[in-house]
């Protein structure tokens, strides 16, 4: 059993498959999930699991050079955003509409559903590495 970290199989599985400039969405429980996308579902009632922790479980574990919210956010969920903004440092964002974000998340390895039931709660993680040149 392991120790420590994610304990979710396929959330595990999904980010030991991640390279370099992959992206996953953390979503929101009311985010449109095309059928034919891969998906990790971890809702379980309205409120929970909450994005928050699920961010906070993946960025532990996953190297992120840069992140993706919808321009929205900003007005519509200030409290979310200032909370992202904390937890992702000096991590670029790209602002985007909310309909180009949803198009974005088509390209996806995975959308990893939470319960969250606040609105914009969305983010796109692109995948960095945990590595450079001057380690070898």
Same mark, same amino acid.
């Given at each position: #059993?392991?120790? @420590?970290?994610?304990?979710?199989?396929?959330?595990?599985?999904? %980010?030991?498959?991640? /390279?370099?400039?992959?992206?996953?969405?953390?979503?929101?429980? /009311?985010?449109?999930?095309?059928?034919?996308?891969?998906?990790? *579902?971890? @809702?379980? $009632?309205?409120?929970?699991?909450?994005?928050?922790? $699920?961010?906070?479980?993946?960025? *532990?574990? %996953?190297?992120?050079?840069?992140?993706? %919210?919808?321009?929205?956010?900003?007005?519509?969920?200030? *409290?979310?955003?200032? @909370?992202?903004?904390?937890? #992702?440092?000096?991590?670029?964002?790209?602002?985007?509409?909310?309909?180009?974000?949803?198009? #974005?998340?088509?390209?996806?390895?995975?959308?990893?559903?939470?319960?969250?039931?606040?609105?914009?709660?969305?983010?796109?993680?692109?995948?960095?590495? @945990?590595?450079?040149?001057?380690?070898?």
């Amino acid at each position: #059993m392991k120790k @420590s970290g994610i304990l979710n199989k396929e959330l595990n599985t999904l %980010l030991a498959s991640l /390279g370099h400039t992959d992206t996953i969405v953390i979503a929101d429980c /009311g985010l449109p999930i095309p059928n034919e996308q891969a998906r990790i *579902d971890l @809702s379980l $009632v309205k409120g929970f699991p909450p994005f928050l922790s $699920v961010l906070d479980a993946v960025v *532990d574990e %996953l190297e992120i050079e840069a992140i993706v %919210l919808a321009e929205e956010i900003k007005d519509q969920n200030p *409290d979310l955003y200032e @909370s992202i903004r904390a937890r #992702m440092g000096g991590v670029p964002v790209q602002f985007v509409p909310h309909e180009q974000f949803k198009a #974005m998340t088509k390209q996806a390895k995975a959308v990893i559903r939470t319960g969250e039931a606040t609105p914009y709660a969305n983010i796109i993680l692109r995948s960095g590495v @945990s590595f450079s040149s001057k380690d070898f």
